[in-house]
């Protein structure tokens, strides 16, 4: 009886236990969902019933990109626009009202990773925010990689990533000006790792597009069928056996791989990375689409979902780490118990699973709570680093070491605040700055920030662990460490905002949890962060919210009530220069958000102020912050020589927020400030330091801000001109009328009003005269909505006005005397009657883009140029590189290239200049470029044909009185070329290029006897010491896809030129054609290094009344290598060039780091060459069927990843020759 008793017990706990065990979130995970077929999909069905039958317990659905095929949503207006949308309603119509639904950027998203692909995920993210629901959202937002956590209940975590971001090769948010939280891939892995560790003892989902591991076509995994009949991929019912050809594609997709496949060098770096840190964090989950069908695998307790057959299937193989895998239309769902076990499921057209995969979620590590001492106040100092002798500071700076080295007292940081404890949120950002985010129970939050830098994720990686890290860290101390603590009674006498960050010691808390090893012991800045409501915050505006600036941005743009107060944008900048702040990025500011009839108004609010007061002393640091090379660091001192260049950081910023502002408020806001910003002021604030750092620099840097502060109205200006050569007055997504008025003096008045639906004025929402002689362009942007530009006044101005109406139904009205360029689609804007214009409609869908981060600035640079070769010895020489920017000008309006050397051993002097203009002639672009050698430029002749000789004995000939028998051959010459050009891209890869030439040569007489003479001699005419002038045309046509053309590892080059050129020296003269033709491939393989396979082949012929210069030259510095320059001349040439280039491994150098490997080489070719008489005059039987033949090897370096530098021994019949090369032969 007893017995029975405790069964009866055991059953009736074990029963009241999985009773208990509940379900308590659903995750569903769909894949690649992007048609409209995805509502007939069998699945759906299934999902649905689980929805409705179990609505208790919370639910999210994610599709996990590809959301719409084939390239993303279109912009509005285009044919495929509506498609799209009913696209996106169809996946979202699967969901239940009450779940969640995120979608994840695919390739396809993002334009099929072609370019402007960023524009397609901003279409696809304001549709669904159009539909203003909380739930529903694509994240991450405005094409930022992520990572976005999302907390779903007590035990999950979603974590969404954009992977193609990460992929994509072309224009992104990414670097120091994204808006993005995480701006680099450093800066998304260390993310993510700070997300894993947080959430330790929770189940962590990670959503990604891409997968890690998968067994699919993406995988290189591919059926029989598709190497025997492959075209059936083109086309189901393509039915053509290839074997052997056909199996080409499925192999390239396998070893080497497109940028979307697992083999693909750049998917395999992002694998890497999020792979080695899930593996630290076991029980993650990682799920992702882009192959169309399902898998399951696991690697190191990590378990990988593969979910991509939303309305695709194709091919997959159970193998290497997969435990499960199915071709069928289906889904994931992940299910998360209240037990804590989690559930992976799989399901196609039927509710019970194809595969489950069940387990715990992984439990918390526990802490390290040991006790921390009871210290209320430690001694500490900012950084013991910066010590400098008398040398390092000549050349590097004196700096504020002493002020870092400098001890002071600070006050150990109490978690608890005026509102109750204080816990960690989350780690912050920044590149240079260990941060933590903290947040009280009412919800305020505030940072901590180390104030020691650690400048190493800011560096390239290829410098990291270098001198340059050492000097990158070293000029940290050009930084007060405490300049923060004073800007807030500077800024309070101002009148802008502020944070009030002090100064604390971060004890080794256990606070700290997870954080502690890393922030423990560390002198910190405390302060308010801004962000959320700031009501009782007057040091904030008491603004009813705060936000980013990529949120007032997209406000702006979304409603023309929504507006920025630019006097208060213009005095907090100038308030920036005035202390020398030079880092104002848009991410340095937050912004204050104060509700306004109708709209909302915005004031920004300055963040991280490390960078005031940052000097500039040391020769080095003097010479690098010069106009060419990075004047915003041009440091805090009693004058500033370029303004507008220390304002570098904030160059899209400025643009944005103060295009209104006319001379007369630069000018009175300076005023304001040099009246506000008073001596007493100035003292006072920076006496709050402590005594023992004020009197370090503290009256130093007192005399400095009196003496800028004295100047400031000029620096305003200065700045003021720079702003308004080219103004941008954009618009908002709702109606505007913008009226154009030219004014007296050549002066342009633009007025912008809100308009009502019907068109009728409702009230003026800009203003600005553009004054002639400062503006020399204003370009305005209607952006979306039905907007009206209204032109009036005949008074000339050579002041510009571009119209960009943008979409909607737009209005051109223009009866002035100028013409306005006028830029929309051709039925985007209906034009009144009678108006003058210049039409610049396309049919483009880019005609329309805002890009607020177009501005570049104009360079005027410097350059020093060396070159070597064993016939000319050393050119050494100079110039300089003039570049300028303009509207749509990519990547630039006009380049300008200057450059001479000279040869020491020849005396030659070569003169190079390259003129470029882009979309000179629609998108034609121009180019010039003038080649002059002279006086002693020199070339090799050996004599026509194909076995000429190279007499190496020839210098014991006394009477010809050689030092070298090279000299022999020697051909000195005169020469100008001039080419001009228009060029032109040819789809994704392809280039055009044709123009007219001009060819002026005049052969030396060499003063003793040479070869050239005895060649003469041969001759009808003579042809040394006269001048030969040819003109003509040539034109050039190629493919470039090559991954990257300095150090190539993939990919193909092809280009063919002819040139037609006439003698016009006299009537009788005649006329060439010369044509070439290049193919080179590249590929690389593992074995077990990198292992690079190039080949080329090169070929050309020439036909006509040609010169001996103007012959097919094979040459032995570019083309054949073991033989001279130069070397064999004829009427036609063919050469091959074959390659393998192994890397070995990693200079790991403190001077030069670099990767070094080794290459072997193998060329062979030759010319071919009749005289009058059919025959070959170089070999005795008057025919030749030689191959000449070079092979050798080499090393070579990639210093910091950034560029090739090889050396090369080669060997022929002729001997053996030594090359040095910035860069490979090809």
């Excluded at 739930?135 to 007590?154: R, S």
């Excluded at 891409?210 to 009949?229: A, R, S």
């Excluded at 709570?369 to 950084?383: H, I, N, Q």
């Excluded at 033709?1077 to 590249?1082: E, G, I, R, T």
Aim: aromatic share 12%; charged share 25%; hydrophobic share 35%.
């Amino acid at each position: 009886m007893l017995r029975i008793g405790w069964l009866f017990l055991t059953l009736v706990g074990v029963n009241f236990a999985l009773a208990q065990d509940k379900d308590q979130y659903y995750l569903y995970l769909i894949g690649d969902a992007g048609l409209s077929s995805v509502t007939s999909a069998p699945y759906v069905t299934v999902i649905q019933s689980q929805l409705n039958q179990n609505d208790h317990v919370a639910s999210s659905v994610v599709f996990m990109g590809d959301n719409i095929y084939p390239r993303g949503l279109e912009a509005a207006g285009h044919p495929w626009r509506l498609e799209g949308e009913k696209i996106l309603m169809a996946q979202i119509n699967i969901a239940s009202e009450k779940s969640n639904v995120f979608f994840v950027p695919g390739n396809h998203d993002w334009k099929k990773g072609k370019r402007n692909g960023n524009r397609q995920i901003l279409h696809q993210q304001a549709w669904i925010d159009s539909l203003n629901k909380e739930n529903i959202q694509l994240l991450p937002k405005n094409g930022c990689p992520g990572p976005v956590e999302i907390a779903l209940g007590e035990k999950l975590t979603l974590v969404i990533l954009d992977t193609q971001w990460w992929l994509h090769p072309w224009e992104k948010e990414e670097g120091e000006n994204s808006l993005c939280d995480f701006k680099t891939r450093q800066e998304v892995m260390g993310e993510v790792e700070d997300i894993l560790q947080r959430n330790q003892g929770k189940q962590v989902v990670i959503t990604a597009h891409h997968p890690v591991f998968t067994y699919g076509e993406h995988g290189g995994v591919y059926t029989l069928k598709d190497h025997i009949f492959p075209l059936t991929a083109v086309s189901k019912s393509l039915y053509l056996p290839l074997p052997v050809l056909g199996s080409i594609y499925p192999l390239y997709r396998k070893v080497f791989g497109n940028i979307q496949d697992v083999a693909h060098p750049a998917y395999k770096e992002w694998t890497s990375a999020i792979s080695s840190l899930m593996e630290q964090y076991p029980g993650t989950i990682y799920a992702a689409g882009h192959e169309h069908n399902l898998q399951y695998s696991t690697k190191d307790s990590v378990h990988y979902v593969v979910s991509g057959s939303g309305v695709k299937k194709t091919h997959v193989k159970q193998k290497g780490y997969a435990e499960f895998v199915q071709e069928e239309l289906g889904f994931a769902r992940v299910v998360v118990k209240s037990s804590g076990k989690v559930r992976i499921e799989y399901y196609t057209n039927n509710p019970i699973p194809v595969f489950t995969k069940e387990f715990e979620i992984q439990k918390k590590p526990t802490d390290d709570l040991g006790a921390m001492a009871d210290l209320k106040w430690v001694t500490a100092r900012a950084s013991n680093q910066y010590a400098a002798g008398k040398s390092r500071k000549k050349w590097m700076g004196a700096n504020y070491r002493d002020v870092w080295a400098q001890e002071i007292k600070a006050p150990v940081f109490d978690f608890k605040s005026g509102n109750g404890e204080l816990k960690i949120v989350q780690r912050g950002g920044g590149q240079q700055t260990l941060s933590l985010r903290l947040e009280d129970p009412e919800g305020k939050q505030y940072t901590l920030r180390s104030i020691e830098k650690y400048p190493e994720k800011a560096i390239p990686e290829a410098f990291r662990e270098t001198f340059a890290k050492d000097i990158v860290q070293d000029q940290i101390s050009a930084a007060h460490p405490y300049g923060a603590l004073v800007i807030p009674y500077l800024a309070e006498a101002a009148g802008i905002y502020h944070t009030n960050p002090k100064v604390v010691w971060l004890a080794d808390d256990p606070r700290l949890g997870s954080y502690r090893k890393t922030f423990g012991n560390r002198l910190m800045l405390f302060e308010e962060r801004p962000n959320g409501k700031a009501k009782d915050m007057d040091f904030f505006g008491n603004a009813d919210d705060i936000e980013s600036t990529f949120k007032v941005l997209d406000q702006l743009t979304k409603d023309n009530d929504n507006y920025v107060d630019q006097s208060f944008v213009l005095r907090s900048r100038l308030f920036d220069l005035w202390i020398g702040d030079w880092d104002r990025h848009d991410d340095q500011w937050r912004w204050a958000e104060f509700d306004k009839k109708g709209g909302k108004m915005y004031r920004p609010i300055p963040r991280d102020r490390d960078q005031a007061f940052f000097v500039n002393e040391g020769r080095i640091p003097r010479l690098v912050s010069k106009k060419w090379a990075l004047p915003k660091l041009q440091g805090f001192d009693y004058e500033l020589k370029w303004p507008a260049g220390f304002m570098f950081n904030a160059r899209y910023f400025d643009r944005s927020f103060l295009t209104a502002m006319e001379k007369s408020d630069w000018i009175r806001e300076a005023n304001f400030l040099q009246s506000a910003l008073t001596d007493e002021v100035i003292e006072s604030a920076i006496n709050q330091w402590p005594q023992e750092i004020a009197g370090l620099h503290g009256e130093e840097i007192i005399k400095k801000l009196k003496a800028r502060r004295e100047k400031l109205t000029d620096y305003a200006l200065n700045h003021y001109y720079f702003l308004s050569e080219a103004v941008n007055v954009v618009g908002s997504n709702k109606h505007e009328l913008f009226e154009v008025e030219y004014m007296e003096k050549g002066d342009v008045k633009v007025t912008v009003f809100k308009t009502k639906k019907e068109g009728t004025i409702d009230k003026k929402i800009f203003e600005r005269k553009f004054v002639n002689g400062e503006t020399r362009e204003v370009r305005l942007y209607g952006l979306d909505g039905n907007d009206a530009f209204k032109f009036s006044g005949d008074n000339p101005s050579k002041i510009k006005v571009r119209v960009i109406s943008g979409e909607g139904k737009d209005l051109l009205s223009s009866v002035a005397g100028n013409k306005p360029l006028v830029y929309d689609n051709r039925e985007g804007i209906t034009i009144e009657a009678q108006s003058r214009f210049k039409d610049k409609r396309s049919d483009d869908p880019a005609v329309n883009e805002y890009n607020r981060k177009e501005f570049k600035y104009n360079l005027l640079a410097p350059l020093i140029t060396a070159n070597y070769n064993i016939d000319d010895g050393m050119f050494l020489g100079g110039g300089f590189l003039a570049t300028t920017h303009g509207f749509r000008k990519d990547p630039f309006k006009t380049r300008h290239l200057f450059l001479g050397s000279y040869a020491i051993n020849t005396s030659s002097f070569n003169f190079k200049y390259n003129g470029q203009y882009t979309q000179l002639i629609r998108q034609w672009n121009g180019e010039v470029d003038l080649d002059v050698k002279s006086p002693n430029f020199v070339n090799n002749f050996f004599g026509l044909g194909n076995e000429s000789v190279f007499d190496k004995n020839i210098d014991d000939n006394p009477a010809l009185n050689l030092e070298r028998s090279i000299d022999y051959y020697r051909l000195r010459f005169k020469q100008w070329s001039l080419n001009l050009s228009l060029s032109r891209k040819v789809g994704s890869a392809g280039f055009l290029k044709l123009g007219p030439s001009l060819q002026v040569v005049e052969l030396e007489r060499p003063e003793a006897n040479r070869l050239i003479k005895d060649y003469e001699a041969t001759l009808a005419a003579p042809i040394l010491e006269k001048t030969k002038t040819f003109a003509g045309a040539n034109y050039s046509w190629g493919i470039d896809n090559r991954n990257n053309s300095v150090f190539t590892t993939r990919g193909m080059y092809f280009e063919q030129s002819s040139a037609l050129m006439k003698d016009w020296t006299n009537s009788e003269s005649g006329s060439f054609n010369a044509h070439q033709a290049s193919l080179a491939f590249y590929q690389s393989f593992k074995f077990p290094a990198i292992l690079t396979l190039a080949a080329r082949v090169t070929g050309g012929i020439t036909n006509g009344d040609y010169q001996i210069y103007q012959a097919q030259i094979l040459d032995g510095r570019t083309e054949l290598r073991g033989f001279r320059k130069t070397r064999f001349y004829g009427d036609s040439k063919l050469v091959f060039n074959n390659e393998m280039r192994l890397k070995l491994g990693s200079i790991r150098s403190y001077i030069l780091p670099a990767n070094i490997g080794i290459l072997g080489f193998y060329d062979v070719g030759r010319v071919w060459y009749e005289d009058s008489n059919g025959i070959d005059p170089s070999t005795l039987s008057g025919q030749s069927s030689v191959w000449h033949k070079g092979y050798g090897g080499g090393i070579w370096l990639t210093p910091f990843n950034m560029a090739v530098v090889s050396i090369e021994a080669a060997h022929s019949v002729e001997g053996t020759l030594g090359y040095f090369r910035l860069g490979f032969l090809f």
